[in-house]
């Protein structure tokens, strides 16, 4: 939350302060030698959350920065030495923008100030003052002549026509600022009326008119995008806005990319899942489930469900991701009279879903379970070594499956894996090593991508030759198949045991928060639960997060619990974004490479072994061998090959992008830009 009352003090100090602004030589500014400009952008960092949310911006999407934190008694000072130099006889801007707290956060008659303003005109390089408040000094009116100061919460901010053919244009026009809590004070800012000089870029009704929240001042020959209004990175005005911010300060060229990713997993199709049971408040079946012996229940899909499941995905232009498991689908149709509609449902629109090996009877694939007591423990030897599944059984697990999906006309990508509950990788605190027999077993049927649990392993790591990709779990449970079952599980797990909860919320305060209350057993589900994990998932869709989301095929059943949750995150994104640019649905090994390519970048940056520039319309990036560079252009941006060139990379919410490498022959990536 933004702190109101320092922003009023840092609102009352500016009021009587003058913008320092140093004019470079017309000489300098229209030198004969077209400038170097390093693809590089430079943060002074306050330590509020609005710089630290554009940082996460530029890291996220793979933009190097170099940071100078303000109040560090050994940072650099920034000079004309610091900002640019001379290479090669040509002369060099050392960073294609600049972010700043505010518009001057060095004090009056600064001469790092003063330098950067002769930086900036001289090279045309762009800052971003990261919040300010409104006043003449930032090209606005004071907020008492026709402008607001307060809270924010709830605004419906629009992009204006100006925004839209400027920075803004991949957004569908409203920009609505959070309010998740009446109890809690979310956004703090300042509106403004546009003084000449001020092209507003977002504004929001003020009274009968209208005032600005975001917009360019261009002066002294300079240019600043101003923004009047606090944020951090996880709320869901800044996210929309971000993409923007970024592209306005490079004007459009830069290392990083960044795209809307969204998948969703699946798991246990044609096997069905245990109960919640409201009485025992645990689940049947699970051996941690005292007194549920004789009282198991579960839930699993049937045709009709499969029929809306294929009805949906036609209706929202949106493909799942079914992960199976055949062989425990076998056994649950020799159970109940040999036949099967739900499986040959699915198997008769195969060809509508992706679809993922989950082995073919979902057993645990790490250490040999002890469950005699809670929790489960490792079995071990008689020389107190830990006893595995073996390798062979492993593999016949993922063999199996893949067998059976070739029989019945299922294609599958078998180089891709989700065990059962992601068994096999170390399970702390019981198995802290993955089985050591599981890298030899994928290795033995191809696999290369292995789906871990993001909330226990958020990095991508090596299993052997292969690799795995976090997956987020959503808060829609596997073991419900009811909105009421869902309600109380979720009042058993969030509330305080006066509530009637579990208590565990109170014992763990660190990693949970005790509702207040309990959720109400027939809407709670659909009116508090589904809007919260709505909009937890839409965060990581706006944050460039290509990690997939899993669920389960209960969640598919009965109530069908899984779609409101997936339809309020679509329908929310479609209605706040334009079609230039759309969710992307990846396949896992589709993420599994993006994720890999993105540390192999970050290193790369983080040993300094990329150089990136722009001289004129030519953008030349090297990087080191092997490794591939996130770029992003205009478009009309051409790629030279050995002969000729070729268009850019992929038109992505008006610009274009790709991960580039150079070509045969060639040391570097050499982009020539429209004139």
Known sequence: MVNKNRMNRLAAAMAAAALVSVAAPAATAQAA???RIDLKVLVVDDGGSSVEAITAELRDTGVPYTRVQLGSSGRPVINAGFLSDTVDGRPRAKYQGVVLPNENPFGEGSAE?????????????????????????VGLEYTDNGGYSGQLDGTRAAVTAAGKTGPFGYLGGQVAFEDNSALVPESFGFMGKP????????????????????GEYTHDGRSELVVTFGYNQYQQQFRLLARGIVDWLTQGVHLGQSRSYFAVHVDDVFAPDARWNKELNCTPGDYACPGGEGKESTIRMT????????????????????????????????????????????VADRAKYRWMNHTYTHPFLGCVQDTTTIPWSCVKNAQ????????????????????????????TDRTELVTGEHSGLKTNPQ?????????????????????????REPAQRAVGAALTVPRHPMNVYYNTGTNAEMADEYNWIYTSRAHGGSGICEDNPATSTCLPAPVDAATGYLDTIVPQEARTALRHVLANDPRPHYVHQSNLAEDRTLYPVLNQVLDTYRSLYAPSAPIVNQTMREAGVELGRRAAWDKALAEGRVTAYRIGTTVTVKAPSGVVAPV???????????????DFGTAYAGTRSTWAGPELLQSAVTLKLPA
């Open 33 to 35: 030698t077209a400038p």
């Open 431 to 455: 198995q802290p090593q993955d089985n050591p027999n599981l890298a030899g077993a994928l290795a033995d049927n191809g696999v290369k991508w292995a789906g871990s649990d993001n909330s």
């Open 303 to 346: 045709a009709a469900d499969a029929v809306y499941a294929a009805q949906w995905q036609t209706s929202k232009d949106f493909k799942l991701d079914m992960l199976f498991n055949a062989g425990a689908g076998e056994e649950w149709k020799a159970e109940n009279g040999g036949t099967d509609a739900l499986t040959a449902q699915l």
């Open 632 to 646: 992003t252009a205009p478009n009309g941006t051409k790629k030279q090959l050995l002969l000729g060139t070729a």
């Open 384 to 411: 107190g070594a830990v006893q595995y599944m073996s390798r062979a059984e492993i593999s016949a697990q993922i063999r199996d499956n893949n067998n059976w999906a070739a029989l019945k006309g299922i294609t």
């Open 113 to 137: 100030m003063a330098a950067l303003t002769a930086y900036e005109t001289a090279y045309g390089v762009r800052q971003v003052d990261a919040y300010t408040w409104a006043h003449p000094g």
């Open 195 to 214: 003084r000449a000089g001020y092209t507003s870029y977002l504004d929001a009704p003020v009274g009968s008119g209208r005032a600005s929240l975001v």
